[in-house]
């Protein structure tokens, strides 16, 4: 397909994913789903599941397949358009994420973290045991400890960017029930993907590969809070003209939050953490409020519906075709409530959070969502599972997201019934254009 055909192709593509991600949303808001998890739907909708299985010709003409490399023509540029939206969300989340909150409920943070990975992981090796030797859903050169290593990592890993969006969408912006979930979602997923960086190691047979992963992490985490931080701090008064971000400084942010996609990327940990501390380490006030103000709208709008599309072209829900197959994909979403929700709800109670809000952060940290999306195509990509296995576990990444809202709603209240009072210090907040 030569780069004419592609440009025209992809604004064709562009329009029908934007135009059928707002369809299924105006249908999932009647059910007080937020949009995101309608996009996540509309995505899986878009793929093979429905859509081609329904219309195969037309999904065929829309979303073409080179049979010469076994890949969609789409993913030479679908899938960076993807990783620009999602690491452009990402800078937003950390621009909006309240270090001030999570420093007064760092134990609290860290309890929930801990038993959000711990009971997940435990469950989710346990299950990777069971189908590394009574199913094919692991490819044969996948050795056992590889898969008990994956799955866990899978089962244990919060939809960060979902659950960002959700807490916005629920009115939680700023509340401790809203920061201990993000403080508690950013540190399992963190170890979740320093747990890939050590099975693409085994993987690779290149242990050098995890090293660099982890260290380089801690790293760019450390030099990014400790020396970019107070740099940018000081330049405030260029950055900012007659109360307003100027054009430099848009530029200087959006410029930081590449570089910081970049080298995590680059160290294998994925755009998202790069861009998400970046955005942690913009200085509060005018410049954070500009920022998010003029990337928000078109990175929510535009970008980030395409990464739920290009993961929805790789989810094939007709290979699960036995009754077998059904039930172990029960069984992984059990195992994932259980092992999320209720480990993280208990650890919460545990630390002195009220009953009403620990039920609430158990619930938000059990939708699985966007990273979850994101680290099963890693794995599919890779071949350390199979397209069986990734149908099963998209499933559960839907469901979990889909169970969410309802289940907050029922058992803490909705957004007219206030959860609880922010924090205090909420002018150090940036003001959000959700």
């Not at 435990?122 to 990777?128: N, S, T, V």
């Not at 950013?186 to 979740?192: C, E, I, K, P, S």
Request: proline share 4%; glycine share 10%; hydrophobic share 55%.
């Amino acid at each position: 397909m030569n780069n004419l055909h592609l440009a025209v192709q992809f604004f064709l593509q562009l329009a029908v994913i934007l135009l059928f991600c707002r369809l299924v949303g105006a249908v999932a808001k009647r059910f007080g789903q937020p949009q995101v998890v309608a996009e996540m739907v509309a995505g899986v909708l878009l793929g093979p599941s429905l859509f081609g299985l329904l219309f195969p010709e037309a999904q065929a003409w829309l979303f073409p397949w080179d049979k010469a490399q076994a890949t969609r023509d789409t993913q030479s540029y679908l899938f960076p358009a993807s990783q620009l939206g999602l690491a452009l969300y990402m800078f937003v989340v950390g621009m909006e994420f309240r270090v001030d909150i999570v420093q007064k409920r760092l134990k609290s943070s860290i309890a929930v973290s801990l038993a959000g990975m711990v009971a997940p992981f435990l469950l989710g090796a346990g299950l990777a045991w069971v189908l590394f030797h009574h199913t094919e859903l692991f490819p044969k050169k996948t050795s056992l400890n590889e898969a008990m290593l994956f799955l866990g990592a899978s089962m244990c890993i919060t939809a960060f960017p979902m659950l960002a969006r959700i807490i916005h969408f629920k009115g939680l912006s700023g509340t401790t029930m809203g920061t201990v979930a993000l403080g508690a979602g950013a540190l399992d997923d963190a170890t979740a993907w320093c747990l890939l960086a050590v099975v693409l190691a085994s993987f690779d047979n290149n242990w050098s590969h995890a090293w660099i992963n982890i260290g380089g992490g801690a790293a760019y985490v450390a030099f990014t809070l400790l020396i970019v931080r107070p740099i940018l701090a000081r330049a405030k008064s260029v950055l900012v003209k007659d109360g307003t971000l100027t054009e430099a400084g848009l530029v200087m942010g959006l410029a930081l939050m590449a570089l910081g996609a970049w080298f995590t990327d680059l160290i294998g940990l994925h755009a998202v953490f790069g861009a998400f501390v970046m955005g942690a380490a913009m200085p509060r006030g005018v410049i954070c409020r500009d920022l998010i103000g003029r990337i928000q709208p078109l990175t929510v709008a535009l970008l980030l519906p395409l990464f739920f599309t290009y993961s929805g072209l790789n989810t094939k829900i007709g290979l699960l075709n036995t009754g077998f197959l059904w039930m172990m994909c029960g069984a992984v979403l059990v195992a994932a409530v259980l092992g999320k929700g209720v480990a993280c709800w208990l650890a919460a109670r545990a630390t002195g959070i009220s009953n009403r809000e620990a039920l609430g952060i158990g619930t938000l940290m059990n939708a699985r969502g966007l990273m979850e999306l994101i680290i099963i195509n890693i794995g599919l990509q890779r071949g350390i599972i199979s397209e069986g296995l990734f149908a099963t576990l998209v499933i559960m990444a839907v469901v979990t997201t889909l169970m969410a809202s309802p289940i907050f709603d029922r058992l803490v209240g909705d957004r007219r019934n206030p959860i609880s009072e922010p924090e205090e210090d909420d002018a150090a907040a940036p003001v959000s254009t959700h």
